[in-house]
């Protein structure tokens, strides 16, 4: 069995499944979102019903820990298991088998090769990228372990769009990027580093005109969200793309 939780929660092994009730839906998600470690009673009462758990929660929690073990996470039949631990409970399950892990470890290697083997680092945070489906937990309410998982997630992504862009304009594959860019300037509007990426991919691509395009359209969605100019950086490089700076056909 596989459990992605970078969309909407998912179980994977011949063909997949999701759980239509909520409550048992968010415990899994939170139980996921800390698999390997034992998550607290109280914890789970909170991401459940917030601050102010029904007099029965603790035997209603009982209840869906059961439900999970009889439908969704079967030690003979999924490889985990949900133990009762001291604190609370654990659910115990191969690394390999939940999508998170995955991202970690290709956004780890990413990083890791960024500065030496671009080339590599490419593949890596693209294979990281590509792990997401859409929303994070889409459909879940946010609790304290959700929300902040979720905010982490998004967080990962977009570095990881970043790391693509870099690693693109770094192999000189300008032209390739513009559409992913453009993309995900429209996703992540207030994002200078991609408006930034963008600009300098269509430059070097001969597409100047629209290179300056990015900076005023930036300019103008920063003073009407923020109150903000665009920052000294993409500052810079409007005035270098416009004095046409030798230094931008650098990769790199």
């Not at 102010?52 to 603790?58: D, F, G, I, L, T």
């Not at 690394?95 to 490419?122: I, K």
């Not at 693109?168 to 580093?193: F, M, T």
């Not at 990015?214 to 000294?232: C, M, T």
Request: aromatic share 6%.
């Amino acid at each position: 069995m596989r459990y992605e939780l970078l969309g909407p929660l998912r179980l994977v092994n011949e063909e997949t499944h999701t759980i239509s009730a909520p409550k048992v839906e968010t415990l899994l998600a939170a139980l996921l979102i800390r698999a390997n470690q034992p998550v607290s009673t109280d914890e789970l009462l909170g991401e459940l019903w917030g601050n102010e758990p029904p007099k029965r929660a603790r035997a209603a929690l009982h209840v869906y820990i059961s439900h999970l073990r009889k439908n969704h996470v079967q030690p003979a039949v999924d490889g985990a298991a949900i133990r009762t631990h001291a604190q609370g409970y654990l659910l115990e399950t191969d690394r390999e088998s939940v999508d998170v892990f995955r991202l970690q470890r290709l956004h780890a290697a990413g990083r890791d090769e960024a500065d030496r083997d671009p080339e590599r680092a490419l593949d890596s945070f693209a294979a990281a990228a590509a792990l997401f489906r859409g929303p994070v937990l889409a459909g879940i309410d946010n609790g304290l372990i959700v929300g902040t998982f979720a905010r982490w997630a998004e967080e990962v992504r977009l570095e990881c769009l970043e790391a693509i862009a870099m690693c693109s304009l770094r192999l000189g594959r300008h032209r390739e990027v513009i559409g992913d860019l453009s993309r995900w300037v429209e996703q992540y509007p207030l994002n200078e580093n991609l408006r930034e990426q963008l600009m300098l991919a269509l430059y070097r691509s001969g597409r100047r005109a629209e290179a300056l395009e990015v900076f005023q359209s930036a300019r103008q969605v920063l003073r009407e969200e923020l109150g903000l100019d665009p920052r000294l950086t993409m500052r810079r490089l409007q005035f270098a793309i416009l004095s046409a700076d030798a230094d931008l056909a650098i990769a790199g």
